[in-house]
């Protein structure tokens, strides 16, 4: 079941590639009206303005680096970033978006990577919250590899939030961390999706050796930063 839903769930963000970015900027199935969608886009900007304290560094790994949101952002912080993701489709839009030559794209299945170099700041977005519960660890494991010591680490991820998800979808917090996902089209897929409390993500992070601080906003978002120290 665990290689199964590891492949549906990549083709799910393949299919779901051109309609990604209605998530993000609330349009379309997503919008929820002009006051949810600004509390919002506030919480975004809480967790960005986060992100830009690190201030500036050489190089950025950034690991399901989808459609370009975060990379774009990552671009006022890292003078050389790595991007991966597994969908070829995502990287396209990613590309075509930000036309940079200090961006270095690589197709990769992150259940298959092995880290081949060490970076000054390792990034993720809602990534860890699609990580089955048994690869977290050795996950983990190689995010610890690909950060240098004393580099840094940030990562968000969603909080548990009904009016995050789109308007025809119910969001359950059941304890089943498979869920149903579906798009534009009507086509429906199973992905793997859980919600990490602060303490849990913390006790996570610092068994695999970072000094972070977990924080939340008050709706969507959980996000760590620190670095690395052992």
Same mark, same amino acid.
């Given at each position: ?26 349009? $379309? ?100 919250? @699609? ?18 010591? $004393? ?17 025809? @979808? ?55 930063? $620190? @670095?690395?120290?052992?």
């Amino acid at each position: 079941m665990k290689a199964e839903i590891i492949q549906e769930q990549i083709a799910y963000y393949s299919a779901r590639a051109e309609e990604y970015d209605e998530w993000f900027y609330r349009q $379309g199935r997503y919008d929820r009206g002009r006051e949810i969608n600004q509390l919002w886009f506030d919480e975004v900007s809480i967790v960005e303005n986060a992100l830009f304290q690190i201030g500036r560094v050489e190089n950025v790994l950034e690991l399901a680096c989808g459609t370009g949101i975060w990379t774009q952002k990552l671009l006022n912080i890292g003078n050389q970033i790595t991007a991966l993701d597994a969908s070829v489709e995502v990287l396209e839009i990613n590309r075509s978006k930000l036309v940079s030559n200090n961006i270095v794209y690589r197709q990769v299945d992150l259940f298959a990577w092995q880290p081949d170099a060490e970076y000054d700041l390792v990034f993720f977005s809602f990534w860890l919250s @699609h990580v089955p519960p048994e690869l977290v660890d050795s996950f983990l494991k190689k995010v610890n590899q690909s950060v240098r010591f $004393g580099g840094k680490l940030f990562i968000i991820d969603s909080r548990f939030a009904p009016l995050s998800t789109a308007k025809d @979808h119910i969001l359950e917090n059941d304890g089943n961390v498979y869920k149903q996902r579906k798009l534009n089209d009507g086509r429906e897929f199973s992905i793997v999706k859980i919600f990490y409390q602060q303490e849990e993500l913390k006790n996570k992070l610092t068994k695999f050796g970072f000094d972070v601080e977990v924080k939340v906003t008050d709706n969507y978002f959980i996000y760590a930063y $620190g @670095h690395k120290i052992d």
